[in-house]
């Protein structure tokens, strides 16, 4: 049997690429700070170079997958030849070898991106920049060759792979880690331009200026990233929630609230100049946050959905990885960032004030999910025994810091700068007051029971809400607005259409989980769940048992739902397709548990109201932030 | 208000934010703990009472039983047994002879009712705390 050598020239491509990002790293970074041109010519190319490289070498594990050559490991392991090829492509980061590899050459495509992007930048923040991502590069690029190399060989080769584990094999899959490593990875722009900064010593306007987009950009990403999984959780889980506060989702949220506080305090660092200790210590803490959620997944040591069998070589090296990033940027912060100042003095009643609020309330917020996240780790380790810190403890914390945030939320655009006047605040405000008790009063009683955090809920939404309306209706006879503030009012209003869901979810849901046989009815929110049939059904690569049941109100059937029970040919694993009918206002969410005595089915039947609000918010927060990244300001300034 | 003042009044709110922050964290983690406890050491008595708590373990080959909606079966580490009756839907990968974590109460007549029931989401992963409690009993054992 003869073997292609195609993989060898992947594994051969990112150890080249080793040594390109070690140049990148090291030359650049010297040079700009000895002043040496020729050395610090090099970080452009050689960044170019490595992005070449982890492209070959990324687009071969995708051959591999697609021709079926298991006689690489990875294939075998990952993927069989009865796989959809959509599958087989989302395949290749279905595993930690691939998923590392997806990584890096993530983080190789955003510094082709500032390459590409920076040609107006001073050539020293721009060595700078690219030399530190450069590093971050070599340590990751060391960590794949030496214990997660994609393109490990399995001679003689497997008949067929393995295949991937059902549960992946949907489209979600497809996008979800993508999306969420873009985000993950994007904040590493903000950090080297927060290194960077703080190795040239130039803290200015400008240095945010640049890196703003950047961070919004990744931002964006990440949003999206945690939205789809949510959402491939609700659908393809069968469990019918959205957020379980697992310890993965935990890692993904930690940087978003961190990068969240820092857009913020970006803003404040841009246009006053202010905050400059604060935006690059946030810089550090989100990229941090970055590293620690793939050191907590890909590390073994969490009980998740998420955690492959591992290694634990691995989770030693990224926790030296992440020890060494952390302690050496926290390191040059504490030498560097004391020189420079405050930035411009603002009142106590001013937008700054309100911005270095909803941070503080932010970062605690996310402190305060760390803490739940590695609290049963720490016990672990000083083996005072193993305990699980479940839902209620992060509910507990977490809605409490959150109420503050948001009721500042609707206040802060309405601020100015440096100072504002209180009376003046309260006269433009008292409308989107009313407004709020109003929905907060009336909600609740057309919905069902009237309880103190649902009213919550409606009061903080509808606040956020009427005080954007307000705003915009103001900008419109002022001027046409910005781009800029286009985008912050469809954040926030993302923000409140996203707590209303999160509150109907939580208030007005039903779930029961019933015994059926064919003919049996059962009802929800006003809906009647007939059971016509069960039967079994074929796919591509597995046997499901499908059921059929009608949905209708009033008597009269609107919808047919077809969730179905599935065997995959390759794997003993049965999975739960739920079936489900969306809608604006609900949700309807049938699945199928187990067979019954007497030709029954155990059936899981839920109503979620206004369930979708949850992600449609997220996808407004992520528009929102595609148009401030689209202001002119930005792009005049990439123009030149 | 002189800069002083304003720097002052900054750094006691953010106390002030940190310190309710601290007391909602601590009470919180104080009510939410669960415990993990191998089903040797509930045989032993040691499981706390009238609290929530979890066991891993294996699911006892031919344990399992249906009554309707309510599932009956026997989580062990391979010395001791504990019932466990749940109502309502088992995950996919919850199977007989596979690891299994539960959470729930102990019932006055030693059966341990659960709330929830978790199995992995891969076929050939075993929870570390299942995996925790039959080494535990191994040890114990072979002393």
């Known amino acids: ?94 595993g930690h070898e691939g998923s590392l590899l997806l990584w890096i050459f993530l983080l190789t495509g955003w510094a082709f991106a500032v390459a590409q992007l920076s040609k107006t930048l001073d050539e020293f923040m721009v060595a ?77 306007a400008a240095w945010a200026r640049w890196s703003r987009p950047w961070t919004t950009t990744a931002w964006i990403f990440l949003t999206l990233g945690i939205a789809l999984g949510s959402w491939w959780a ?76 591992t290694d634990p070589r691995r989770g030693i090296f990224i926790l030296i990885l992440l020890s060494l990033v952390v302690g050496s940027s926290l390191f040059l912060y504490a030498l560097r960032a004391p020189k420079s100042t405050l930035g411009g003095a603002f009142s106590l009643m001013s937008r700054e004030t309100l911005i270095l609020l909803g941070n503080v309330f932010l970062v605690v917020a996310a402190g305060s999910v760390l803490l739940g996240t590695l609290y049963p780790l720490l016990i672990d380790a000083l083996n005072l025994g193993k305990i699980s810190v479940g839902p209620p403890y992060f509910n507990a914390v977490f809605v409490p810091i959150m109420v503050p945030v948001l009721f500042l939320l609707a206040i802060g655009p309405w601020a100015n700068w440096k100072s504002t006047n209180l009376n003046a605040l309260l006269k433009r405000l008292w409308l989107a007051a009313v407004v709020a008790v109003v929905a907060a009063i009336l909600i609740p009683r057309m919905m069902g029971e009237f309880t103190i955090l649902t009213a919550l809920g409606f009061l903080l939404s509808f606040w956020i809400i009427a005080s954007g309306v307000l705003q915009i209706i103001r900008q419109f006879k002022v001027g046409k607005p910005t781009r800029s503030f286009i985008g912050m009012q469809l954040g926030h209003i993302g923000i409140a259409v996203f707590v209303i869901g999160v509150t109907m979810v939580g208030a007005y849901q039903e779930e029961k989980d019933v015994r059926m046989a064919p003919g049996d009815t059962v009802s929800v929110g006003g809906y009647q769940i007939r059971l016509v049939e069960v039967r079994p059904a074929q796919g591509p690569n597995y046997q499901a048992t499908r059921g059929t049941f009608e949905l209708g109100r009033h008597g009269k059937t609107e919808e047919v739902l077809y969730p179905e029970k599935r065997n995959y040919d390759s794997s003993t694993m049965p999975m739960t397709e739920a079936a489900i009918d969306a809608g604006l206002t609900r949700d309807i969410y049938v699945s199928l548990g187990e067979p019954l005595e007497g030709n029954a089915w155990a059936v899981r039947v839920y109503y979620k109201p206004f369930v979708d609000w949850i992600w449609g918010g997220c996808l407004l927060m992520a528009l929102g932030g595609l148009f401030a990244v689209m202001d002119k300001r930005y792009r005049l300034r990439l123009k030149k | 208000m002189k800069p002083r003042h304003k720097r002052a009044l ?73 019932p466990v009756s749940y109502k309502g839907i088992l995950p996919d990968l919850f199977k007989e002879g596979k690891g299994a974590v539960v959470q729930g109460k102990l019932d006055p007549d030693g059966q341990f009712v659960a709330s929830e029931v978790l199995a992995k989401h891969d076929e050939n992963y075993m929870p570390p705390e299942a995996k925790h409690a039959l080494e535990q009993a191994q040890k114990n054992g072979a002393k």
């Not at chain 1, 506060?245 to 404040?268: C, K, Q, R």
């Open chain 1, 128 to 204: 700078r920049v690219l030399g530190v991502l450069g590093l971050v590069a070599t340590g990751l690029l060391l960590f794949v060759l030496a214990t997660s190399n994609p393109f490990e060989r399995l001679l003689p080769a497997a008949q067929d792979g393995r295949s991937l584990n059902p549960l992946l094999q949907d489209p979600g899959l497809v996008f979800h880690p993508p999306m969420l490593y873009m985000g993950y990875v994007g904040f590493s722009v903000a950090f080297a331009f927060a290194i960077a900064s703080l190795l040239s010593g130039k803290l200015d």
């Open chain 2, 10 to 82: 900054m750094i006691v709110g953010a106390l002030a934010t940190l310190a309710i922050a601290a007391v909602l964290i601590l009470n919180a983690l104080n009510s939410n703990i669960a415990l993990y406890v191998t089903p040797s050491e509930v045989a032993a008595g040691k499981a706390p009472k009238g609290q929530t708590f979890r066991i891993g373990g294996m699911v006892k080959d031919g344990s399992l039983k249906r009554d309707e909606l309510v599932v009956h079966f026997i989580i062990t580490d391979l010395v001791k047994e504990i």
């Open chain 1, 234 to 309: 609700y659908y393809e889980l069968g469990w019918g929630g959205w957020w379980f506060w697992d310890p993965v989702e935990n890692a993904s949220f930690m940087p978003w609230l961190i990068g969240t506080a820092l857009l913020h305090s970006l803003a404040v660092t841009e246009k006053r100049g202010g905050f400059k200790n604060w935006t690059v210590l946030l810089a550090i803490i989100a990229f941090s946050m970055s590293l620690l959620g793939t050191f907590l997944v890909r590390s073994g040591v969490l009980t998740s959905v998420h955690a492959f069998a």
């Open chain 1, 1 to 94: 049997m003869e073997y292609s050598m195609i993989p060898e020239i992947g594994h051969f491509a990112l150890i080249l690429a080793l040594g390109v990002s070690i140049i990148q790293g090291v030359l650049p970074l010297i040079g700009a700070q000895q002043g040496r041109r020729e050395w610090l010519v090099l970080a452009r190319p050689a960044t170019q170079i490595s992005f070449v490289l982890l492209a070959i070498s990324f687009a071969i594990l995708a051959w591999c997958f697609y021709v079926n050559d298991f006689s690489v490991l990875y294939v075998a392991e990952h993927s069989n030849s009865q796989l959809p090829t959509v599958y087989r492509l989302g395949a290749v980061w279905g």
